[in-house]
């Protein structure tokens, strides 16, 4: 099984050259043997983020064909655990409840977040913390 899992950060700094964690993202993801896995929530903000952009939609798409991202479907299955988070933490959204999500699925993967600031607040079951990789600061 994959030991990564990738928020949406990660994969837009990958994919945009302009991004403020592109430089990161990179060296990041070089060093990492896909796949990571991720939900369609991360794809579906990754690509809204990336929309304006079919060359950057079309790298997503790619990553997703090639087998580097492994989209993990969580819902309906998950739809109760994703809302008991979101209750817990008002300030999450869906798309980072369902990350916290595959991270209590698959409790030894990594998680690669620039959103270091929420992802230090969230636990997972039995108030776990999340293993993650961002960036510092």
């Given amino acids: 099984m994959a030991d990564f ?7 837009v700094g990958w994919i945009n050259r302009h991004d403020q964690w592109h430089s990161w993202s990179v060296a990041t993801l070089e060093d990492l043997s896909p796949p990571l896995l991720t939900c369609e ?3 579906a903000e990754a690509a809204w983020l990336l ?6 939609l079309d790298r997503l798409y790619g990553m997703v064909e090639a087998g580097a991202l492994q989209v993990v479907e969580l819902l ?3 739809v109760s655990h994703i809302r008991a988070l979101s209750a817990k933490y008002p300030q999450m959204d ?5 990350v916290v999500r595959l ?7 990594k998680v ?15 108030d776990k913390p999340l293993p993650l990789i961002c960036p510092e600061g």
């Fill in 94 to 98: 869906f798309c980072d409840a369902a």
């Fill in 51 to 56: 929309g304006s952009s079919r060359e950057s």
């Fill in 76 to 78: 309906p299955e998950h």
């Fill in 41 to 43: 929530a991360v794809i």
């Fill in 5 to 11: 899992i990738a928020d949406t950060g990660p994969i």
């Fill in 112 to 126: 690669l977040t620039t959103d270091r600031a929420h992802f230090r607040i969230y636990r997972r079951l039995r």
């Fill in 103 to 109: 991270s209590e699925i698959y409790p030894f993967a």
